[in-house]
């Protein structure tokens, strides 16, 4: 899976209810004046953009992502700040862009990677980081993530995303292989992998969140979502299926919100 121009997270970035979460995310990192922090896989920079409110004596954020227009939406979202600056670069090539720091943050980036990956991307984040150093990480993919009781929303929404489609000639794929994002752990195996890494002090915590229409609408516009969803790699077609199918959901089940969890994860390195 990759990026597609026009699809990006920055839909999703923009609600309300991300930014609680992103708040949540950044809190955890608790840095002191004058630190510097990384936000690995910065999107279009909402994550940056509350370190720089929350902490407002920090040292600088540096933002990497691999999409340039992802960086070009966060350089425009920050305006210049002269305490934020952006590179190019993926997660796991995090300690070839940018030197030491003393935070790093993850801002749902961990399911986007190829799980054979991810202990080195850990592993590079804890080389990256001061002794003492803080990293914390969010996701919302993982196993326990969807609650019992929403499982009918999900089941109706495929069934009718299916619907759409073949009222239009067309199918989900179901027949593929699976795909390198979106590949779920639990909580534990996450604990484990930063622990594997180097990490200490390692914990996890799950809070639910109430997810209006607008923000599912929100996360129909986001490329890896819909390709997930649907194998679909007509994005545009899967788009329009998910959200179409939606609206008959939450109108036939008379929804106002749907609950989900998040995780968040978060460790030192030694000093």
């Not at 720089?52 to 954020?61: I, M, T």
């Not at 804890?126 to 929303?153: I, K, M, Q």
């Amino acid at each position: 899976m990759a990026f597609i121009q026009g699809y990006e997270f920055d839909a999703m970035s923009r609600r309300p209810l991300y930014g609680d979460v992103t708040q949540r995310l950044v809190d955890l990192c608790a840095c002191a004046p004058g630190s510097v922090v990384a936000d690995v896989g910065c999107g279009s920079g909402l994550a940056t953009e509350l370190l720089l409110e929350r902490f407002p004596q920090l040292g600088s954020v540096v933002g990497i992502d691999p999409s340039d227009h992802e960086l070009a939406l966060a350089k425009e979202r920050l305006g210049h700040h002269p305490r934020a600056r952006f590179v190019t670069g993926r997660a796991q090539d995090v300690g070839a862009v940018v030197g030491p720091v003393d935070a790093v943050v993850l801002s749902n980036v961990m399911h986007q990677i190829p799980r054979a990956e991810r202990h080195s991307v850990l592993r590079g984040c804890h080389d990256l980081l001061a002794p003492g150093g803080r990293l914390a990480l969010n996701t919302l993919f993982y196993e326990g993530a969807v609650l019992p009781e929403s499982r009918r929303f999900y089941a109706a929404w495929l069934h009718a995303t299916r619907t759409w489609l073949r009222g239009r000639g067309g199918d989900l794929v179901l027949e593929r292989e699976a795909p390198v994002a979106l590949e779920t752990l639990t909580p534990g195996d996450h604990e484990a992998l930063m622990a594997e890494a180097g990490f200490a002090d390692v914990r996890s915590e799950e809070d639910v969140y109430a997810w209006t229409l607008e923000d599912w609408q929100a996360l129909c516009g986001y490329s890896i979502f819909v390709e997930g969803a649907t194998g679909l790699t007509d994005v545009d077609l899967g788009s329009r299926a998910l959200t179409a199918a939606l609206h008959t959901v939450f109108r036939d089940l008379g929804l106002s919100s749907v609950p989900r969890r998040w995780l968040f994860v978060h460790g030192t390195r030694q000093r």
